[in-house]
C-alpha cells in the first residue's frame, strides 16, 4: 500500500464521519421539530373540537325536535352572565340525531381562577358543561 491509498483512506473516513455527524444533526432537528410542533398541533385540534360543541350546542338554543313542547324558542335562554350561559335546548341522541323531543338544560359556566393556579397565566380557568343536573364536566381540553 502506498502513501497515496492511506491519503484515500483517510480522506474517505473523514467525509463518511462528516456525513454521518450531519445525518445525526438532522435526526435531532426532526425530532426536535416534532416535539415542539405536535403539541401545538394537538392544542389547535382540541381548540377546534371544543369551538365545534360550542357552536353546535349555542346553534341549538330554544330548539325542539317537538315544536308543540316548546312553542315560544325565544324563551330559550334561562340566565346569561360574563361568566355563564344557562339555556333550554333539545340534545340530540344516538338514536334521535335530531332531538328526542323532550327539553334538556344546559349550562356553560367558568370555573374559579384558583383551580388552574400552575399555570404560568394567573387568568386560566376551565369552562364546564352541565346537562340538566348531571355532574359538571371539564370541556377545556388544555385551551386556555
Same mark, same amino acid.
Given at each position: ?52 360543541? $360550542? ?6 338554543? %330554544?330548539?325542539?325536535?317537538?315544536? #308543540?313542547?316548546? +312553542? &315560544? =324558542? ?28 323532550? $327539553? ?6 367558568? %370555573?374559579?381562577?384558583?383551580?388552574? #393556579?400552575?399555570? +404560568? &397565566? =394567573? ?22
Amino acid at each position: 500500500m502506498g502513501f497515496g491509498a492511506l491519503l484515500d483512506i483517510l480522506g474517505s473516513t473523514i467525509i463518511g464521519g462528516m456525513l454521518l455527524m450531519i445525518l445525526l444533526r438532522m435526526n435531532d432537528a426532526a425530532v426536535k421539530n416534532n416535539y415542539d410542533y405536535s403539541g401545538e398541533r394537538i392544542v389547535q385540534q382540541n381548540l377546534v373540537d371544543v369551538v365545534k360543541l $360550542l357552536e353546535y350546542d349555542f346553534r341549538k338554543i %330554544g330548539y325542539c325536535a317537538n315544536w #308543540n313542547v316548546f +312553542p &315560544n =324558542p325565544a324563551l330559550g335562554i334561562i340566565s346569561a352572565d360574563s361568566n355563564r350561559i344557562h339555556f333550554i335546548t333539545d340534545l340530540s341522541t344516538s338514536a334521535h340525531p335530531f332531538g328526542d323531543g323532550v $327539553l334538556d338544560t344546559l349550562k356553560y359556566y367558568l %370555573g374559579p381562577t384558583s383551580e388552574l #393556579n400552575i399555570t +404560568p &397565566n =394567573p387568568n386560566d380557568r376551565l369552562l364546564y358543561r352541565v346537562v340538566n343536573s348531571t355532574t359538571p364536566r371539564g370541556s377545556n381540553l388544555g385551551v386556555t
